[in-house]
């Protein structure tokens, strides 16, 4: 069975801190997917990075980094020099091949950057 | 290009009582899933749709049904509403087999 841990619940920074937020995960199947979604007020999640479990290259997008060790089975969002509108909740998921396309989230981080 | 638009935004219904709630997919997408949010929780994956039929399910009740249309567009039908049926769904559209979705504002639903 596929799960999606997010160990912290919230977290508070001060605005241009840099901030990571932890994502561990467990499968069974060695194609997978793994997923961060950004989810405001409004309540739409939104798409921020896909990444399959064959591509171990940490990928960099603005402000935006990530980290996936497979060793670990970890998948780690980091933001540097946090913004006030990076405040949010933001989710890690992960989709199996052998469950078709269905995404397994983890309960989700509230990021509250204050000014 | 719109996006994934749900109807209606916010719902309230009494308990017992039955819901439908609506989802246009994406321009280019025919997969619909469907997600329930619990306050405070992630996302739970409830069913996909394509060519019109159910093609996985989560772990819900048969209280759960959707429906597909012809235009990709889809349903989700709750019968006799449970206080704990309120939650926010979500649905999120794709492309047949693809990992490349796309989510709606959702819809909010209170039972009381």
């Known amino acids: 069975a596929q799960k999606v841990t997010q160990a912290q619940t919230e977290i508070s920074v001060v605005e241009k801190e840099d901030v990571t937020l932890d994502c561990v995960y467990e499968?069974?199947?060695?194609?997978?997917?793994l997923f961060w979604y950004k989810q405001p007020p409004s309540g739409e999640l939104v798409f921020l990075i896909r990444?399959?479990?064959?591509?171990?290259q940490n990928e960099i997008s603005g402000r935006y980094s990530w980290n996936f060790q497979k060793s670990t089975s970890s998948f780690n969002f980091t933001i540097t020099a946090s913004q006030v509108v990076d405040s949010a909740v933001y989710f890690c998921?992960?989709?199996?091949?052998?469950?078709?396309?269905?995404?397994?989230f983890g309960e989700g981080t509230q990021l509250t950057v204050n000014p | 290009d719109a996006g994934v638009t749900q109807s209606p935004t916010h719902l309230i219904k009494t308990r017992g009582q039955q819901v439908t709630l609506r989802c246009s997919p994406k321009?280019?997408?025919?997969?619909v899933s469907w997600y329930q949010q619990a306050l405070g929780q992630g996302p739970q994956f409830i069913f996909q749709?394509?060519?019109?039929?159910?093609?996985q399910r989560g772990n819900f009740p048969d209280r759960f049904s959707g429906h597909q249309f012809p235009n990709y567009s889809s349903e989700l039908n709750v019968n006799a509403l449970l206080l704990g049926d309120s939650a926010l769904y979500l649905c999120?559209?794709?492309?047949?087999?693809?990992?490349?979705?796309?989510f709606g504002s959702g819809t909010r639903l209170t039972v009381v």
């Open positions: 999120a559209s794709s492309e047949r087999r693809g990992y490349g979705y796309t």
């Open positions: 499968t069974r199947d060695t194609t997978y997917y």
């Open positions: 990444r399959n479990s064959f591509d171990e």
């Open positions: 998921a992960l989709s199996e091949a052998a469950s078709g396309s269905r995404l397994t």
């Open positions: 321009s280019g997408h025919d997969t």
């Open positions: 749709y394509y060519e019109e039929e159910e093609r």
